[in-house]
T-cell receptor, first 115, second 115 residues
Framework: GDSVTQMEGPVTLSEEAFLTINCTYTATGYPSLFWYVQYPGEGLQLLLKATKADDKGSNKGFEATYRKETTSFHLEKGSVQVSDSAVYFCALRGDRGSTLGRLYFGRGTQLTVWP | GAGVSQSPSNKVTEKGKDVELRCDPISGHTALYWYRQRLGQGLEFLIYFQGNSAPDKSGLPSDRFSAERTGESVSTLTIQRTQQEDSAVYLC?????????????FGDGTRLSIL
């Protein structure tokens, strides 16, 4: 069945460091891919999305490219800030049948950025 | 505009009691979802409503769990005879439609604690 595998954290970086959080997926068909972020004490927010192969989602300096050949959707940011400290979730949503409704989430990666 | 609203934000109850959680989706969103997030884990799909179609209940963990939705508005998730393992944050989400490329927008959740 459909699933998402996300690198385990926690990830600890200094401010202005480069960030990569790996995400790979298993799915039939052509799923849509998402990154969600959960800041401390807040709800889950959509960070970015990509709905077809080679699409690049971007928001707040974060980017992720939908790579069908490697079934990946890695999250990157060139220069992290303390305010980026949060838990990041990779997710997919299928395009057919029983996979169409639900989001399949990775387990989440805790990012802490130190000044 | 208003986001997804959930109530109560926190609920503490004794083992064996019934609880009812409420979700108000974003106006105009036809699809509504419930997820559960246990401490330190990813999100677990529970149930999905899309318009007037029969709901996808495949994620409900036991027959103690049930959910209803009135038309395309409010939904309630009911847990009967609560157990300690039911302690979690229960998240509701809605999306504009059931299409796979539509992002799901999340409420802040109800934190349920079973004593």
């Amino acid at each position: 069945g459909d699933s998402v595998t996300q690198m385990e954290g926690p990830v600890t970086l200094s401010e202005e460091a480069f960030l990569t959080i790996n995400c790979t997926y298993t799915a039939t068909g052509y799923p849509s891919l998402f990154w969600y972020v959960q800041y401390p004490g807040e709800g889950l927010q959509l960070l970015l999305k990509a709905t077809k192969a080679d699409d690049k989602g971007s928001n707040k300096g974060f980017e992720a490219t939908y790579r069908k050949e490697t079934t990946s959707f890695h999250l990157e940011k060139g220069s992290v800030q303390v305010s980026d400290s949060a838990v990041y979730f990779c997710a997919l949503r299928g395009d057919r049948g029983s996979t169409l409704g639900r989001l399949y989430f990775g387990r989440g990666t805790q990012l802490t950025v130190w000044p | 505009g208003a986001g997804v609203s959930q109530s109560p934000s926190n609920k503490v109850t004794e083992k064996g009691k019934d609880v009812e959680l409420r979700c108000d989706p974003i106006s105009g969103h036809t699809a509504l979802y419930w997820y559960r997030q246990r401490l330190g884990q990813g999100l677990e799909f529970l149930i999905y409503f899309q318009g007037n179609s029969a709901p996808d209940k495949s994620g409900l963990p036991s027959d103690r769990f049930s959910a209803e939705r009135t038309g395309e508005s409010v939904s309630t998730l009911t847990i009967q005879r609560t157990q300690q393992e039911d302690s979690a944050v229960y998240l509701c989400a809605s999306s504009f439609s059931g299409e796979g490329n539509q992002p799901q927008h999340f409420g802040d959740g109800t934190r349920l604690s079973i004593l």
